[in-house]
Structure formats: structure tokens, C-alpha cells
């Protein structure tokens, strides 16, 4: 299992001194008790190192996990709270069969920051009772509940608790700056227990007596009547509980080399660790971003490390529950402010802001929902906001340009990038302007350039384009041509008059959804009802299928307006035009009229006056 157990040992006793305070500290802060904090991190953060899917995870009860748990706790009670672990433990197993784990990867920057940062500040305010020393205020909001103990602080001030809390959260933060390998989380509680003891602090409530051991699995809790009220907070916690892993084990892949989780394992291995830690007493569990990262930077290497946290944790529950009973609640309400402190990435926070309006609108939507509403609709809101932004940006780069309807005669492969109209110059490049030096081995322009097979080329003179100046345009149709902005960018062009051929040359469109390709139609449509005919060039072979369900490729085909390169489509009007006795290679007129073309090529079709004659 492990290369190195010597440091996988030793890097999980550290993860063990730094996870007892924060999980006596969620355990108490989600209304379960220390004792159920104890037991996740023992049963969840075994199991779930065994059957997950990374090697640096480690798991127990977390900070986001406590923000759902608390209006759980308060409208279905205790037995509420392991009946929604023990479902959200199926359903992430249900998410892992269907491979659900990758796609984490399209979860948006500024929503994971600003859902962090939101999370920071529920866990601070939750933290605001025990930290002033009096009883948690009614209430499942936690800004109300924060404010109604500040009033009941105000009316009788606790100087003891508050000091201990401070006291433990400043030299937290202190001391991670100035000897960041000390866990100072457990010095800080060892020092502020040891005080209360030997100062004799009244003010100072402590956690209370524990069980010397984990009690014995029990189903006891279970009411299958409630079962169908708990279905919607049991999705919210697997919803966190996968998002929170997933998002610990790309972080932790990313402080390590060699090392890639599997997504759909890791859901698994959070699915096994939710359905057993309520059979003994703990509450819903995921990875815990801030102790996996204690475990990577101290060279865990394996499984090992995560397996040794809970093994050491264990005993601690079976052999020291008297001592740890004696901890201050106030400084389990320090330890925890000064995590909600550490969580929030200011430099992060700070980029994403200054990245694009965009990133900043979801960073600050998702956080502010995080705090005002809830966990999982803040992620729904955060995601539903960037995905509209996205599309309004991906929109935004569909356009229709008129460029000129015969460049250089070069062939439009899809994809590729054609001279069409004016270029734009490169900086630090050189253009033609006049003398341009010659590069050794090189062949300049100095004279006749040799034509392409299969290409005509363009005749500076302007013979290609006699005749037929005003009567034939082209435009280039850039971009995705797709439901957001389809209609939009097509507008202008079905408006188009004057003309007797539109070239649409289509090599430069990204993608093709049934909207555009029904707006395609109805402007070809829209073109032909005032006699224009439309010529296509270029279109992709993967954009035929959305074309031809809506008809509008056929339409093209019937009537052979559809080539492969521009050079092809204005050669066709050109010869539309001469049959029309519009413009001939030698600039005579003739009277007939613009008909459609078969297979290809143009089939002359006789004038009013001749069809009538006949």
C-alpha cells in the first residue's frame, strides 16, 4: 500500500492532531454533539480511504457539510440527520454506476470560489454564540441566529468565552504564518483547556461528558415514514458532499505529482463511507479540502496516511474522551473561526474579480447565495448564471461580414482561413508597401505566378469581375450558428436587396444547431421570395446533419446552389448572370433570365418574352 509507511505514518498522526478540534468543533456546530463528530471522522475517514478514489483524501465531517446539516437538525431533529446521510450515501453510489464524477471538470472557477468564500463566512457566523457565550438563538438562518446573540451578548457580556475564543483564533492564524509545521489548532486548545482548568473559568462551558468508545451500529434511527419528506435535503447533502470531494481531490492531485484521482471511484468510496457512518452515530461526511492538504504537504504518499488519521482519532475516542470532554466550547469556536479565515483565498478571490465582468457577476451571485439561501441552490444559481453568460459570449462572436464574392480563387477547405477582404496586419510583421528584400532561397513575386491545379486565378485587371459589379455580393458567415444567436446574426442579411446573387460562404462557421439551421432556411427563403439567388460554399461536413433535418440543405441541393469553395460559387453566378444577360466574359447583354441550377451547373432558362412565345 505504501512506499514510504514511515512518513505516511507520521503525516497521518499530524492530520489526526489537526482534524480532532475541527471535528469535536463541526460535531458540535451541526447540533449532534462532539461525539458524532468523533465518530465520522473515524468510520467515514476510514472507509472512505479504502474505497475512494484517491490516495491523499481524507475525509470526515467539514464546515459546508455543518451549514447544511443545521435547518436539517432543526426541522427533522437528530434522527433527521443520519436518515439523510444514509440516503445521500446511496445516492452518491447510484451517481458513481452512472459516471457522474467527470463532470466536475466543467464546474466554472468563479463558482467554486465564490461558493467557498460563502461557506467561510456561514461557518464564522455560525460560530458567533459559542464564541460570545450564550445559547444558540432560535432560528435556522444564520444571520438571524448570529444577531439574536449578539443582542443576548449585549444584554449580558461573557468576557471569558470571548477572550478564549480570540485568543485561540489569533494564535491559529499567528502562528500558521510564523511556524507553519506546528499544528497550532491543538496548542491552542490544550492551552486555553489548561487555563480554564487551572483559572477556574465559570464562564467557560465545555463540551460536556463523551462516550468512551463508538456505540454499536443501529438502524434505529430510522423512521420510513419520513423517508419521503428527507428526499430533498438527501440530494442537497450528496450534491455537497460530491461536489466538496471531487473539487479536495483535483486540489490535491494538483499539489503532487504522479498522483490522479478516479472521480467515480471517489463518489463511490464517499457513497460507502455516508451509508456506514450513521449506523454509528456520525453525521454526513465528504473530503476535507484543508486536511488533505495538511496530509499532502507532510509527505503522504498512500493510503496509509488517510487510514492512520482514523486509527489514531479512534483511540483518542476510547482512551482520552474524559480529557477531551473538558475542551472549552469557545475554543472549539475559535479553531473553527480561524479555518473560516484560512479558507478564503484572497488572491484568488482578488483574480477572479479582475478577470472578466463575467467571473465577477457568478463569483459574487453564488457567494451572496451561499450565505443568504442555500448551499446547493447557490451552486444551481452560480452555475445557471455562468452558463448564460457563456452563451451570451459564445453569441456574441457569430457574425456575417461582406467581403468581396472572389478572393484569390484558392479553395475554402472547412476550417481553414481565406483571404476576405482587408487583412489585418500582424504587429512586428511586414507588408507589402513597396521594395520588399529578398530572402536567400526564397521565391518573390516577380512576374507570373504559378496557378494552383484546379484554381482560376484572379485576374488583377478585374475580368473576373466584369459585368458584374453590384449584382453579385458575398458574406462570410463567422461563428456558431446556433439557438443563442442565430436569428440575430442572420437578421440583417435576409434584409438584403438590390442584388441578384448572395454568395454565403460558410467555411468559418463553427457549429450548427436545428435553430440556425432553421434561420438559414427561412433568410435563403426570405432572399429567393424577392428573386435573389443564394449560392453556398464551404459547408462542414459535421454541420450537414443539423442542414438537412430542417430541409435546408435539400433546399440548396435541388437547385445546385451549394459548392465546395467560394471560386466554385462565383463562377456559378457569373454564369447565372451571362445567362441572364446581365454580364457576359465580354461584357455583352443578352435577355434571358436567372434560373436554377442542376448537379452543379447552371441550366439556362428562357426569357419571359421567349416562354411566352412559345
Known amino acids: 500500500m505504501a512506499r514510504a509507511p514511515r512518513r505516511d505514518l507520521l503525516a497521518g498522526l499530524t492530520v489526526a492532531i489537526v482534524a480532532l478540534p475541527l471535528a469535536l468543533g463541526f460535531g458540535v456546530a451541526s447540533g449532534l454533539g462532539a461525539e458524532a463528530g468523533l465518530a465520522t471522522a473515524v468510520v467515514a475517514g476510514a472507509l472512505a480511504a479504502v474505497f475512494g478514489g484517491s490516495n491523499l483524501q481524507v475525509s470526515g465531517p467539514t464546515g459546508a457539510m455543518t451549514v447544511v446539516l443545521v435547518p436539517i437538525v432543526a426541522e427533522y431533529g437528530p434522527g433527521g440527520v443520519l436518515t439523510v446521510g444514509l440516503m445521500a450515501g446511496g445516492l452518491l ?132 415514514s419520513a423517508v419521503g419528506s428527507l428526499v430533498a435535503p438527501a440530494v ?61 504537504r507532510t509527505g503522504a504518499g498512500s493510503r496509509l496516511a488517510a487510514l492512520t488519521h482514523a486509527a489514531v482519532l479512534a483511540v483518542i475516542v476510547f482512551a482520552a474522551a474524559p480529557l477531551v470532554s473538558r475542551i472549552p466550547l469557545a475554543a472549539l469556536a475559535g479553531v473553527l473561526l480561524a479555518t473560516a479565515v484560512r479558507m478564503v483565498e484572497v488572491g484568488a478571490l482578488r483574480a477572479m474579480a479582475r478577470a472578466t465582468r463575467s467571473d465577477a457577476v457568478v463569483l459574487v451571485l453564488t457567494a451572496a447565495a451561499t450565505l443568504v439561501l442555500d448551499l446547493v441552490l447557490a451552486v444551481v444559481i452560480g452555475l445557471a448564471v455562468a452558463g448564460l453568460l457563456a452563451l451570451r459570449a459564445v453569441a456574441a462572436e457569430a457574425r456575417v461580414d461582406r467581403v468581396h464574392p472572389y478572393d484569390d480563387g484558392v479553395p475554402e477547405l472547412p476550417g481553414a482561413q481565406t483571404y476576405g477582404g482587408d487583412v489585418p496586419e500582424l504587429p512586428g510583421t511586414q507588408t507589402y508597401g513597396g521594395d520588399v528584400p529578398e530572402l536567400p532561397g ?29 449584382q453579385v455580393v458575398a458574406y462570410r458567415v463567422e461563428g456558431p450558428l ?57 459547408i462542414r461536413p459535421d454541420q450537414r446533419r443539423a442542414l438537412e433535418s430542417v430541409g435546408a440543405l ?16 462565383f463562377g456559378a453566378a457569373r454564369e447565372r448572370l451571362a445567362v441572364a444577360g446581365v454580364a457576359r466574359g465580354d461584357g455583352a447583354v443578352a435577355a434571358a433570365g436567372v434560373g436554377p441550377a442542376r448537379g452543379g451547373r447552371d441550366v439556362p432558362v428562357a426569357a419571359p418574352a421567349e416562354e411566352a412565345a412559345r
Not at 125 to 145: C, F, H, S
Not at 554 to 561: I, M, P, T
Open 442 to 470: 526564397t521565391q518573390t513575386y516577380g512576374g507570373d505566378v504559378p496557378e494552383l491545379p484546379g484554381t482560376e486565378p484572379y485576374r488583377g485587371g478585374g475580368g473576373e469581375l466584369a459585368g458584374t459589379a453590384g
Open 482 to 538: 446556433f439557438f443563442a444567436g442565430a436569428h440575430r446574426s442572420l437578421l440583417e442579411l435576409g434584409e438584403i436587396s438590390g442584388v441578384r446573387v448572395v454568395i454565403l460562404r460558410m467555411c468559418r462557421v463553427t457549429t450548427v444547431d436545428a435553430t440556425g439551421a432553421l434561420a438559414l432556411k427561412d433568410t435563403v427563403h426570405r432572399l429567393n421570395g424577392r428573386g435573389i439567388v443564394v449560392l453556398a460554399s464551404g
Open 554 to 569: 435539400e433546399l440548396l441541393r435541388r437547385e445546385g446552389r451549394e459548392y465546395a469553395t467560394a471560386s466554385e460559387a
Open 236 to 296: 442537497a447533502v450528496a450534491a455537497l458532499a460530491a461536489l466538496e470531494s471531487l473539487l479536495s481531490a483535483t486540489v490535491a492531485d494538483g499539489m503532487t505529482t504522479g498522483q490522479k484521482h478516479d472521480p467515480d471511484r471517489e463518489l463511490f468510496g464517499q457513497g460507502i463511507a455516508n451509508l456506514a457512518a450513521p449506523l454509528f452515530g456520525g453525521v454526513p461526511a465528504t473530503a476535507a479540502i484543508a486536511r488533505t492538504a495538511v496530509n499532502v
Open 93 to 224: 453510489i447510484v451517481l458513481a454506476l452512472l459516471r457522474a464524477g467527470r463532470s466536475m471538470r466543467y464546474v466554472p472557477a468563479p463558482v467554486v470560489e465564490g461558493f467557498t468564500f460563502g461557506i467561510a463566512c456561514v461557518i464564522a457566523l455560525q460560530q458567533i454564540p459559542n464564541a460570545l457565550g450564550v445559547a444558540a438563538p432560535e432560528g435556522d438562518k444564520v444571520l438571524v441566529v448570529a444577531w439574536r446573540a449578539v443582542e443576548e451578548f449585549a444584554g449580558g457580556p461573557n468576557w471569558t468565552a470571548l477572550a478564549i475564543t480570540v485568543g485561540v483564533a489569533g494564535l491559529m492564524l499567528a502562528g500558521a504564518r510564523l511556524l507553519p509545521g506546528v499544528p497550532f489548532s491543538v496548542v491552542a486548545v490544550v492551552a486555553a483547556t489548561l487555563a480554564v482548568q487551572l483559572f477556574d473559568l465559570d464562564g467557560a462551558t465545555p463540551i460536556g461528558a463523551l462516550p468512551a468508545g463508538l456505540p454499536a451500529p443501529s438502524l434505529g434511527f430510522l423512521d420510513v
